[in-house]
């Protein structure tokens, strides 16, 4: 499975920028798709996720309320609509797939689209 991100960008504070992740090869409907990221000088965090089967999606705290994750089972793609951008978004975004919710690891990675907010 490839993972090919797209929709990064530069953007003012308040602004908005929608993330879309394609993911190439045999994708398990048995798993889900997140969005992580990770910022200069630290760890990479996890943003939300979504199960390709019923479309449950979660969410870090830190982004509730102010961007959705989305899926399209017929593209094998997620999208990542972020609204309300703050200067602390800014980091590289990473799209990753697994072929099992109850793994705890992420088994496909892409690699990486950079989102600048500034303020």
């Known amino acids: 499975v490839q993972l090919v991100e797209s929709g990064g960008g530069l953007v003012q504070a308040g602004g908005s920028l929608r993330l879309s992740c394609t993911a190439s090869g045999r994708t398990s409907s048995r798993g889900s798709m997140a969005w992580f990221r990770q910022a200069p000088g630290r760890e990479r965090e996890f943003v939300a996720s979504i199960t390709w089967s019923a479309g449950n999606t979660y969410y870090a705290d830190s982004v509730k309320g102010r961007f959705t994750i989305s899926r399209d089972n017929a593209k094998s793609a997620v999208s990542l609509q972020m609204n309300s951008l703050k200067p602390e978004d800014t980091a590289i975004y990473y799209c990753?797939?697994?072929?099992?919710?109850?793994?705890?690891?992420?088994?496909?990675w892409g690699q990486g689209t950079q989102v600048t907010v500034s303020s």
């Open positions: 990753a797939a697994r072929d099992s919710v109850y793994k705890s690891t992420y088994d496909y």
